[in-house]
């Protein structure tokens, strides 16, 4: 017991830091590991109807189209171009979806896929799909 109040005090003025696993990232839980479950099937959905939507936004403008003036013409090449490039995110959104769902069949799901530490519930809820720990997408993204 008053080994415990020691320790306290030390705590309490900084002289000792609290046990590092603290701040570690903990593996999933199985709840969490349902739960994450539920939004990548529901997050596919979502992708997989709006890729479905923009199918026809994001096809080749006609250039033979009479109806339509030079400038507004120009519009709906970018209004295109733009729909292709979220599509092609969309698309490889998707294809992590996909890769996410698989690690989560072979039970390995939340696990970094560089350096295989604990993704993090917190950020799997934020993006379900990530593969990568928030030090390894920071090491990719070169900061
Ligand atoms: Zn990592």
Redesign the pocket.
């Known amino acids: 017991m008053l080994q415990n109040d020691a320790v306290t005090m030390l705590l309490r003025r900084g002289v000792l830091r609290p046990m590092p696993q603290d701040n570690l990232i903990e593996e999933l839980t199985e709840e969490q590991v349902a739960l994450l479950e539920q939004s990548l099937r529901a997050l596919r959905e979502q992708l997989l109807k709006h890729l479905e939507a923009s199918s026809q936004s994001a096809a080749p403008v006609a250039l033979d189209q009479t109806s339509v003036g030079r400038l507004s013409r120009m519009d709906a090449m970018q209004a295109q171009q733009l729909a292709a490039s979220n599509r092609r995110r969309t698309q490889a959104r998707l294809e992590q979806i996909r890769a996410a769902l698989k690690f989560l069949e072979q039970g390995e799901y939340g696990a970094?896929s560089?350096?295989e530490?604990p993704i993090g519930f917190r950020r799997l809820q934020a993006r379900p799909e990530t593969p990568?720990?928030v030090?390894?997408q920071g090491r990719r993204e070169g900061r």
Request: with cysteine.
């Open positions: 970094c560089r350096c530490e990568l720990c030090a390894c």
